[in-house]
C-alpha cells in the first residue's frame, strides 16, 4: 500500500513527497483544485498548512489527495 510518510511545501502549489517506497516526487496540484472542497486551497498560505493524515496529505477543510494520485502526478525528485 502507498503511503505519504512526510511532505514539505514548497511554493506556490508545490509539494516535496516522500512515499513509503523511498522514493521524492515533485507533485504541482496546480491543475488539480478543482472543485468546492478544494476552493480554499487556491489561497496559497492556506495550501502550504497541509498535515499528514493517515497515509496522504490533508488539510483541516478534509480536502485531500490518495496517495496514488500524488504519486501518478509527481516527477521524481532527487535525494
Known sequence: ???????KYLSEYKILVHFNTGEK??????????GKVFQPL???SYFSSFKINFNTIEWDNGADFA????YELGTNAES
Open 1 to 7: 500500500m502507498l503511503e505519504v510518510k512526510s511532505a
Open 25 to 34: 516526487k515533485l507533485v504541482d496540484l496546480s491543475h488539480s483544485l478543482v
Open 67 to 70: 496517495p496514488e494520485y500524488l
Open 42 to 44: 487556491i489561497n496559497t
